[in-house]
């Protein structure tokens, strides 16, 4: 109702967020993704008309977020950029450190490890520094997983300690993919000892996993 009220010249801001709530619920929640998309993207297209980057980069963060629910990475990656440069451009710190937790899922789903770390090290500290909890809490869950899939087993745990630290400072259990990490984490440790004991160690499985994306604002 209120798109259609506003549609096609209402105020640009208002518009834009119309459309990308829509988009969240269509695509984010209910796995609408194709109809989710496209409310996104008219979002952005309406933001353009005004000279609000932080705002058009809380636009990118949750279109990232549905075309990441829709497999769609070239575009989750795309958005995920554009979000960051808006956000580096706005000096909006929040919006920095979630796009570089989304970037660093953006390139883990394509295997590229290293980037992956280097975005979600950066979108780390900068939470930790912010006292951004909740980001910290993810982005340290995404290392654990990274950490656990390049079998630095000591970092893994380490990574997941910190998360659930964060997690315990909001008065949440913490993330399941933590815990999950962490079941790893003491299988990996139980299956080296015991090929140790047998002296050899067999190489290394990398396994991938979906890592947890930030949410927007």
Do not use: K
Not at 55 to 71: D, I, K, P, S, V
Not at 176 to 196: F, I, K
């Amino acid at each position: 109702e209120a798109i259609a009220l506003l549609e096609p010249d209402g105020d640009p801001m208002e518009l834009a967020l119309a459309h990308s709530s829509l988009g969240w619920q269509l695509g984010y929640v209910l796995d609408r993704n194709a109809e989710g998309i496209a409310h996104g993207r008219r979002a952005l297209e309406v933001a353009a008309r005004i000279d609000a980057p932080a705002f058009q980069a809380q636009l990118c963060g949750r279109l990232g977020a549905n075309q990441l629910r829709a497999g769609d990475w070239d575009g989750q990656l795309g958005t995920n950029l554009r979000d960051l440069g808006l956000s580096l451009l706005a000096g909006d710190v929040q919006g920095v450190m979630r796009a570089h937790i989304n970037v660093g899922v953006c390139h883990t789903n394509r295997g590229l490890l290293a980037l992956a770390r280097a975005h979600t090290e950066e979108g780390a500290r900068l939470a930790a520094a912010h006292g951004a909890r909740i980001a910290e809490m993810i982005a340290e869950n995404n290392l654990a997983m990274l950490a656990a899939d390049e079998g630095r087993l000591a970092d893994a745990r380490a990574h997941v300690a910190r998360s659930l630290d964060r997690a315990r400072e909001r008065g949440l259990p913490g993330l399941a993919e933590t815990w999950a990490v962490l079941v790893r984490v003491a299988q990996g440790v139980r299956c080296r000892r015991a090929l140790r004991r047998r002296g050899r160690l067999r190489p290394r499985r990398r396994r991938r996993r979906g890592l947890r994306d930030a949410r927007p604002h």
